[in-house]
């Protein structure tokens, strides 16, 4: 049973020590990421959101309460956990395909034939064919974070936590990513813990919505999403996708006034 | 008035393709990109020339283009050559023992507070010594040889060199300071994988000013005591009321500051252009 859940937080709090005094970002976290279960953590900026995906990362420790990831405390970064950034920030001296095997590179110091097969075909998945050589100055910041997130896949994580990755994006493009991650997902399913302050975004991507309060950030409302996959521009449309919406909003707004 | 208008007018609708042919190629002349400064560069020594002569100024105070060149005449190639090698020498070895020693300091002193905090106000200390002033003492202290006018370059390059470095060091995008640790890479290999290249802008910017400030190193270094270089050579032949010949000495000193500059500027296009502004590759 305590398999089963890949990310498990239990009555976790985080306080930072900054130079005006104590900043406590989150105050008894609970919640649980099944396998394979796409999540969403939506919340107001300044909320700690960012504070709980570097828990799970093992970047960070908790002050207070527990954090598993499979079972096993978290001690440390992970091998099986693959993170994609706000901002691409990808390496602006390597190539696409150098920036894809970049983890590879960075731990064992080598990069095989073999990896850079295997980069060129996540590119491809993420639709970056033909791209591989250019440098990343001159794509577009909807294809550098393809890019950003090909090297979160390029280790084949069980998890992939995203911390607010199409935030920088246009309306357009940010719904496309949208979509393709999820068929990405599909193909190959992973946990997937997904950081927004886009209430639509959460809703159209994910499993279960997980709402936090504004600092210190806890969970006030887990809303599993019961929308059929796979989903597409039809779902943006459908009433289901307005009620969840309009129910969240009204659920943020409430707390802001 | 009306006359010659409508004479222009009809002749260029005799040969409209030719007038703005030439209109064209003016247009493109005043573009080009050396065009400008080179054509403002000659108007200022004709004006020189000009009021030389108009003037009749004496050629100590301010000797004229002309006689300048004359000036170069005064020594022959060789010993041109003889004195350029020796500032050249003395800067350049200044200059690589200045990279050698900043660039590891400003890899310590991030990596390290503690280590920051105690050498930091040292290197300071350093920057706010008057170069000039101290230059005396140096060569008494060091004798003669190319060892203390060393050390006069070196340490008129070396800050520009650690303040950059460092400013580049902990310019690193802090996502990819975290990748790294959730890779769990050995902690050299965030400094030569991702701190270090991303540095590189910040430290060519401070090497194209160090590689002139070599130059101005080696050249104070041979005004408090030397018997060979540009430096002392202006020195020299100030002396001997010899202004035409100082003033061509300085023209060396100005187009080898150039060149140098020119090719630190040209290493970074060839094998770092991903670190140039974007549109200047």
Redesign the interface.
Known sequence: MLAQSAISFANVGQVFRTGTGALEALRGVDMTLQRHEFVAVLGPSGCGKSTLL?LA???MMPTSGAVEVFGYPVT??R?D?G?V???P?L???ANVEDNVV??I???T?RVSEQDRVHARAILTKVGLAGFEKR?P?ELSGGMQQRVGIARALFMDPDILLMDEPFSALDALTRDEMGFELLRIWEARPKTVMFITHSISEAVLLADRVLVMSERPGRIIEDLPIDLPRPRGFETTNSKVMHDYVSHLRGLLLKRAA | MTMSHTSGASSSSVLPERGADWRRFVVKLLHAPALLPAATFLAILIVWELACRLFAIPSFILPSPTRIVDGFGSIQITRWLDHIWATLRVAMIGYFVSIAVAIPIAVMLTRSAMLSRALYPIIVVIQATPVVAISPIIIVALGSGDAPRVVITFLITFFPLVVSTTTGLLAT?P??I????????PGM?EFT??RL?FA?PYIFSALKISVTLAVIGAVVAEFVAADKGIGYYIQFSTSMFQVQQAWAGLVVLVALSLVLFQIVTAVQRIW?P??LP?GRA
């Open positions: 570097r990362s093992g970047l440390e970064p091998d956990i993170i950034f706000q901002k920030t390496l602006p001296w970049f983890p590179r960075h731990k110091g440098l100055a | 995008p996502e990819l975290e990748l790294s640790r959730s890779l769990r890479a290999r994988q991702i290249p590189i770092f991903w670190s974007a």
